[in-house]
């Protein structure tokens, strides 16, 4: 069977998307896309493909790991991606896929550590990877090609992340994210504030989020003391630059550290000026998520993955596209965050933060090794990555044409926000792991209400970081 079948499948059940990472996870669930748009077939084709060559001996049963699932937008594509390659190999998959969130994170952990792995993982390339991978429990992509010279030969090698523990190559990657501003423009309009641009600057948010205040409204859909991670990263960002956003400081002293000590008193002075919901330190990420959608708050920061919720949210039926509510989801929109110093509002965190892993587990059986190798290089192959990522990154080598007609106004909004985009810098909380993110994260209300102050917080979480190195 050829690759034309995938395409056929996939086109006849397309949900486009603008998925991450999500999660990636920057320490938040990715609540994703649930719209089905229908799309032209995808070009058939002839061409040999790379996991052509890595046919399975007979019929096995993968067990497969992924964070397509739930909302995720890409789940109905990955469930119709797994069903055709299943009836090309004859192989059948046990999907354990859920979503992205800290649960999930410790779920894959354990299991390594249990010796419960899957077969196949699509997973964090952070360091999330790092005990697995420090444990020889997956295999390089270098291993691989020792055998199977062709696997993964239509990514860009220099796209693929290296881990952060031996500078090896794990995990082949699908699609990106990005991180930026979505924007409730009914209630811009009621405040009289216009769209904010690519040239938008701290001083004209700060002067936006007064109007806005003054005119009944809450300014940041933001819940402080559930999911600060967002805001977080871009008021570290917007201290740093895109050339040294990523350093972890060596202390609060250092002028690294004293650019996170200014993030979070960024965070403070919004907080101490009224310009996120009154229940923003108790509230859940839900309930404000909901105060955007129902015009009750401006400004959301979120990923390329909020797309599909939004999407979503505006659909009577959140599952069935035809049901979209077309004037309510126009109402909505999506732009850069407010820049200041070295950072340009177009310069955004994103980046190739997921990928496909083959465990040693599986390396180490003779039929799943060549079944792990012919799924990877399916899912990761140039008919069935564009399918998935749009017109978000990946790394393949011939990254495909977007047609605008398949896609819904926000995600055009989106194509053209990014369009615009200078800059793609990878989330520093993504380095900064585990206990060391407590005291700023969890600890965000004690910081924005002046019980911590920003030095001492910020200083608790780094000493925690260099400890555990």
């Known amino acids: 069977m ?181 924007v409730n423009t009914e209630v811009l309009d009621a405040a009289g504030v216009s769209m904010p641009g690519a040239d938008y600057t701290w001083d004209m948010f700060m002067a936006d989020c007064q109007k806005i205040k003054d005119a009944g409204y809450a300014p940041i859909a933001c819940a402080l003391g559930n999911i600060p991670h967002y805001w977080w990263e871009f008021a570290i960002f917007n201290h740093t630059s895109p050339a040294t956003h990523l350093n972890v400081p060596d202390s609060v002293d250092s002028e690294q550290g004293q650019a996170w000590v200014a993030g979070m008193e960024d965070i403070k002075a919004l907080y101490e000026a009224g310009y996120f919901p009154d229940n923003t330190l108790s509230a859940t990420d839900d309930e404000t998520f909901a105060m955007f959608m129902d015009g009750k708050a401006a400004f959301l920061i979120d990923g390329s993955w909020k797309v599909g919720g939004i999407v979503s949210a505006c659909q009577t039926d959140a599952e069935d596209a035809s049901t979209l509510d077309a004037e309510k989801l126009a109402k909505f929109d999506v732009t850069y965050v407010p820049g200041q110093g070295d950072r340009k509002a177009t310069d955004l965190i994103g980046g190739l933060s997921m990928g496909y892993y083959i465990t040693t587990k599986a390396w180490e059986d003779p039929d799943k090794r060549a079944a792990a190798v012919s799924f990877v290089s399916y899912m990761t192959s140039d008919e069935v990555v564009p399918v998935f990522a749009q017109h978000t990154a990946s790394a ?41 993110r407590v005291s700023t994260f969890d600890g965000m209300p004690e910081i924005v209400t002046g019980r911590v102050s920003a030095v001492d917080a910020v200083a608790e979480g780094l000493e925690a970081y260099q400890d555990a190195q």
Do not use: H
Not at 405 to 413: A, C, D, E, R, T
């Open 2 to 182: 050829k690759k034309r079948v995938l395409a056929l499948v996939l086109a006849s059940a397309m949900v486009f998307s603008l998925a991450a990472c999500g999660s990636k996870d920057t320490g938040s669930e990715q609540p994703a896309e649930q719209t089905t748009q229908e799309a032209a077939p995808v070009e058939e084709t002839e061409a040999a493909a790379p996991e052509e060559a890595a046919e399975p001996a007979g019929p096995v049963e993968l067990n497969v790991t992924t964070t397509f699932a739930g909302e995720d937008g890409n789940a109905q594509n990955f469930k119709s991606a797994v069903e055709a390659w299943c009836a090309e190999t004859g192989n059948t998959v046990a999907d354990t896929s859920a979503t992205s969130d800290e649960t999930f994170k410790t779920r894959v952990i354990t299991d390594f550590e249990t010796g419960s792995e899957p077969d196949v993982l699509f997973f964090f390339n952070g360091a999330d990877a790092n005990s697995f991978i420090e444990a020889g429990k997956v295999v390089s992509i270098d291993d691989i090609r020792a055998e199977y010279p062709d696997y993964a030969s239509n990514m860009n090698d220099d796209l693929i992340v290296d881990s952060l523990v031996d500078g090896k190559k794990y995990a082949v990657p699908v699609n990106g994210f990005w991180e930026a501003m979505f």
């Open 396 to 436: 393949l080598k011939n990254a495909p044409a977007v047609d605008e007609s398949v896609f819904n106004p926000l995600q055009i909004k989106a194509m053209a926000m990014m369009s615009g985009a200078t800059s793609l810098t990878g989330a520093v909380q993504d380095i900064f792991q585990g206990d060391c």
